[in-house]
């Protein structure tokens, strides 16, 4: 697949795009493989989405990758929905297939579960039930990657009742939203708690979630990676508790995408990791 007379292109649409690590991430592992290739920040207005995304086959790019505020108006434009896209409603990443027909797919619950399962690999799937605190667009994707791996209970707990009862809903299995004056409550016995809230990026407020209920033996993880460590995560590892930081959700969905575009999956190494965390 990797022709010496082709080079590989893919990159990421965003508007803004700018602040994206990913252009970062994938110019490392051209780097490393010794590819000749490159990956692009594509600046796309909103209305220019559909006719960006259809010029990719044309460009001769493998694929991109589609970031706020795209990841779900592309779901009307690619030509077929990954399962993993259809069921968290959006979609993180497309390649671009033989016949030049685009492929829409959600790679975020995989470098969710990878980042988790890589951080903490004694966390077993069946070992107990988890809590998601948000119902946005980053909790599908959590719950969506933790019901697949096979959790036997999710526990929803977000500030507007009526969204955690619509994921809940979308993604059936055994999510329960569970109302946000009871979200110390529903950290009895969890094994897992998740913040996939906006609360605890730089620039927001503090997550108010009191720990005191949450079992010695919890894993607390973040999906926020600005600051590398939230309040909450700090909280977390002061009373004890494994953490599990978010910035390797995002490490890890680049060796799915790569194998997508290009058959080949790098490595995420300490070396990609501190090169990422050099530029927050
Ligand atoms: P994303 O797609 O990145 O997950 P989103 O769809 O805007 O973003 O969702 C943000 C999440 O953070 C939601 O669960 C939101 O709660 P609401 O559904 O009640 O809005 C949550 N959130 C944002 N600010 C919050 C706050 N101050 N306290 C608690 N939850 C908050």
């Not at 990421?12 to 994938?26: A, D, E, Q």
């Not at 910035?247 to 990791?273: S, Y």
């Amino acid at each position: 697949m990797t022709a010496p007379d082709r080079f590989l292109l893919a990159g990421v649409m965003g508007w803004p795009v700018m602040h994206s690590r990913s252009p970062l991430i994938h110019n490392h592992w051209f780097a490393k493989h010794q590819l000749a290739g490159t990956y692009v920040p594509l600046a796309i207005r909103p209305d220019g989405l559909a006719a960006a995304l259809r010029a990719l086959p044309a460009l001769g790019f493998a694929g991109c990758n589609v970031t706020i505020p795209h990841k779900q108006a592309a779901m009307d434009i690619v030509d077929e929905v990954h399962e993993s896209a259809r069921a968290i409603g959006a979609i993180s990443c497309i390649t671009v297939r033989p016949d030049g027909t685009l492929l829409g797919s959600n790679n975020d619950a995989f470098g969710f579960i990878r980042n988790l399962r890589q951080q903490q690999p004694g966390w077993r799937a069946d070992s107990g039930p988890v809590v998601v605190i948000g119902a946005g667009g980053g909790s599908r994707a959590v719950c969506y990657g933790l019901l697949q791996q096979g959790v036997p209970e999710i526990r929803l707990v977000n500030r507007t009742p009526g969204r955690a009862e619509a994921v809940a809903l979308a993604l059936g299995g055994g999510i329960r939203a569970v109302a946000w004056a009871d979200r110390e409550a529903a950290l009895d016995g969890a094994v897992l708690v998740v913040n996939t809230t906006s609360q605890g990026m730089v620039g927001q407020g503090d997550l108010d979630l009191p720990l005191g209920r949450l079992p010695a033996t919890a894993i607390a993880a973040d999906i926020v990676y600005i600051p590398l460590e939230t309040s909450f995560l700090a909280a977390a590892r002061a009373r004890g508790n494994a953490t599990v930081s978010g910035l390797g959700m995002l490490l890890h969905q680049g060796p799915l995408a790569w194998k997508l575009w290009f058959g080949i999956e790098p490595e995420v190494t300490a070396e990609l990791q501190a090169l990422v965390e050099r530029s927050l």
